[in-house]
Every structure is written in C-alpha cells, then in structure tokens.
C-alpha cells in the first residue's frame, strides 16, 4: 500500500476518535447494565450540587472531582473485570473467579471510603458553618 505522510497522520487521527467513540460507548453501557454506577452517578451528582450551594475553593473542587473520578473509574474497572471473568468462566463456579470478583469489589469499596471520608473533612465543617453561624 502507497501511504504519504499525511495519509499516516489522518490514520492516526481516525484511530484516536475511534478510541474516544469506543470509549464513550463503554461509558453508556456501565451505566446502562450497573445499578451500583448509577448509584455512583446520583451521588455524584448530590456532591456537585452541595459544593456549588457551599461554594467550595478552587483547589477543594479539584480534590472533589478527583475523588468521584476515582469512585466512578473504579466501578468501571469493577464492570470490566466482572465481564472478562463472567466470559473466562462462561457461567461456572470457580475459587480464582470468585477472588477476582471479590478482590475488584474490594477496590471500589476501598475508593468509596477515601472518598466519603475526604468528602466529609471538606464539606462537614462548611455545611455546620451554613447552617449555625
Ligand atoms: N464464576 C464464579 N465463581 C465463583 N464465585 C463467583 C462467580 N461469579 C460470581 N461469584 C461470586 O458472587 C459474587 C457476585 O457476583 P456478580 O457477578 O453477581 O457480581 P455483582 O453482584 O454484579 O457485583 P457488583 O455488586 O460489584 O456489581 C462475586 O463477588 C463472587 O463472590
């Protein structure tokens, strides 16, 4: 095949918005199929309108979305192992697929404590000072 350079660059450039389609694609489908991400979504959500009401600082927006970034990728991973051990294990039970499982959920758990508890030093003191002073 006779391909110029720019004909490689195009190339590339298809392959990347296809990465970015297959990857919004990926997106839908966790949250069409996981209940537990659209729990994540909602809350998220909660979050994001109780730091606008409290009019958290720049830097404090940063660590927030940080966290919920981390929370929702971890779910999203979560899914992903499910799915590729659901696929190896083709519906039968077997210990190694149980400890993927479990060892997965583990790390969403993991992300969702941190999260809750840096949630909860940036946000408490400001909602006590809202409401009481
Ligand atoms: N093939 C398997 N072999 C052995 N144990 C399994 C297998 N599949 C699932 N399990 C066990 O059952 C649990 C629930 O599995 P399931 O695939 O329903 O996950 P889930 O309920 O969708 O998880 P999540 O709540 O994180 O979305 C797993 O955490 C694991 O302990």
Request: charged share 15%.
């Amino acid at each position: 095949m006779n391909m110029d350079l720019n004909d490689n660059n195009h190339f590339k450039n298809r392959f990347f918005f296809q990465s970015v389609k297959h990857a919004l694609a990926g997106i839908v489908t966790v949250i069409k199929a996981e209940r537990n991400m659209r729990y994540h979504l909602f809350i998220s959500l909660i979050v994001i309108v109780l730091c606008t009401f409290l009019r958290i600082s720049l830097v404090e927006w940063c660590i927030i979305i940080g966290c919920l970034s981390a929370v929702l990728t971890s779910e999203m991973l979560n899914t992903a192992i499910e799915t590729t051990v659901d696929l190896a294990t083709n519906g039968q039970h077997h210990i190694l697929a149980k400890r993927a499982k479990d060892i997965a959920a583990g790390g969403v758990l993991v992300t969702s404590i941190g999260a809750l508890i840096i949630g909860l030093i940036i946000l408490v003191p400001k909602l006590l000072n809202r409401l009481f002073y």
